[in-house]
Each structure stands twice: as structure tokens, then as C-alpha cells.
């Protein structure tokens, strides 16, 4: 009698085993796929990329004596202002005295331009093409000259790391939300030494905090940046731990 009673017995202890096994296995998949679309969700976020705007915009000229003229610039486009140019052109008719000025100053707290050291205080720099803008640069936090030249009794006395440059880059650091971000201006005279019609010939910044942003680069993604994943048994689903972003960098933007 026992031994007839044996395979019914198994029987009856495997069917719950099966339906069990199968109920594990939809809510193994089901959590796969949640997670597969929260790593999915997440990698836009993850994008170091640097936006670029090509322009060709002329700064405001100043008329002699007439006080500074002043051209305001929205480095990310949002509407709100991020720095300053201004110009000024003066002449005493009694000394013979005269003076060019061309600087730039953050127009919102907290943004700041690459400078280097001067005769007397700080200038801004002219970064060349290819030149890192980050933490590891010298940032002044008012108003930089970028050139002066001045006419006194004959002779003329200059300064400024632009004075001999055509096209170079300025240095901006400006803030979003709070944060850092690193930037480029590229300016453009008519010629070296000729800082009185210059032009904004295109800009860019880093949309990522605080990372470095090379002058001239015009596209592509920053350093490496790792996505979090939504859980653990969402990365062993997804077969990955995170999503790593490749470095790209175009040739700077041709002079014209």
C-alpha cells in the first residue's frame, strides 16, 4: 500500500515547485526590464557636451569722449547676460592726452576671465587655439583690460596680452544654477594691434560642472562620466555597471 501511495505523493510535491518556478522567472524578467530602462533613462543625463554658437557679432564702438560703449554677452543663451565688453575713447584737447581701452567683466556674480599677470595688476588673457580653460587657470573676479594704449606728449604707451594678437580666445568661467561651468569668446580684430573694431566670432561652454572646455572646441562630449545604475540586480540584468562617454574634440573654427 505504501509503496502505491509513493508517486502520488511526489506528485503532488512537485506541482507547487513548478508553479513557483514559473512565477520567479516572469518577476525576474519584469524586474530586467524595468531596470534595462532605468540605465536607458538615465544615459541622456550622463552627456558631457559642449554647445557651440558660431557668431560674428560687432562689439559696440566707442565715439570719442563719449563715454564707454558697452556690448553685452549671454554665453549659454539663456536670455540673461554672463559678461561685458566695453570700449573707451578719450582725448584731452588741451594736454593732447589720448586713450583707447578694451576690456571685459563678468555682468553676474561669481563670473570670472582667465588673466595673466600685468606691469600693474592682472590683464586677460589671450588664450590661444587649443588652450585649457579650467580650475588650474588664474581667473579674476572684476573687470580685466584685455588693451590699452595710450598717447601722451608723442608717445605712446600700451599693454594687454591682445595688442599683437588677430584672433585669439577669452576665458570665461560663468555660473548655472549655482554651478561652474567653463567657456570660450573668440574675439577677432581686423588686424594686430587694431583692438578698436573687434567681434565676437563665436562661443562655446561645457555643460558639465566644472569640467574644462579646450579654446576652439566646437563639439563633442568631456572627460569620461559614469551613469549610477538603479540597482544591483538591474546591472546584473543589464550586464553592465554604467555607461562611459568617449572624449571628442573638433579642429577649432577657421579665421575669415
Partial sequence: MSFKQTPSVLKTKNRPTTRLERSLEKNLMAYAAAATAGLLSLAPCAEAEVVYTPSNIPMAVAFLNQGPALTQFDLNNDGI?????????????????????????????????????????VTAAAVPTGGKIGSQAMF????????????????????????????????????????????????????????????????????????????????????PVSASAPGRLGVLAAGASGVRLQPKQDAAPSAR
Avoid: C
Avoid at 566695453?86 to 592726452?97: E, I, K, N
Avoid at 577669452?170 to 561651468?181: A, P, S
Fill in 81 to 121: 547676460p554672463d559678461f561685458t565688453f566695453s570700449m573707451l575713447s578719450t582725448q584731452h584737447a588741451s594736454t593732447g592726452r589720448a586713450l583707447q581701452l578694451l576690456k571685459v567683466a563678468g555682468y553676474q556674480s561669481g563670473n570670472k576671465i582667465v588673466s595673466v599677470p600685468a606691469k600693474v595688476g
Fill in 140 to 223: 579674476a573676479s572684476s573687470g580685466v583690460d584685455m588693451a590699452i594704449r595710450g598717447y601722451v606728449d608723442s608717445f605712446i604707451r600700451s599693454s594687454g596680452s591682445w595688442l599683437k594678437v588677430e584672433t585669439a580666445y577669452v576665458g570665461l568661467k560663468f555660473l548655472i544654477n549655482g554651478q561652474v561651468h567653463y567657456g570660450w569668446a573668440r574675439i577677432k580684430f581686423p588686424q594686430p594691434g587694431e583692438f578698436v573694431e573687434p567681434s565676437i566670432y563665436g562661443y562655446a561652454y561645457e555643460t558639465i560642472p566644472n569640467q574644462p572646455i579646450v579654446a576652439g572646441q566646437t563639439s563633442g562630449t568631456a572627460q
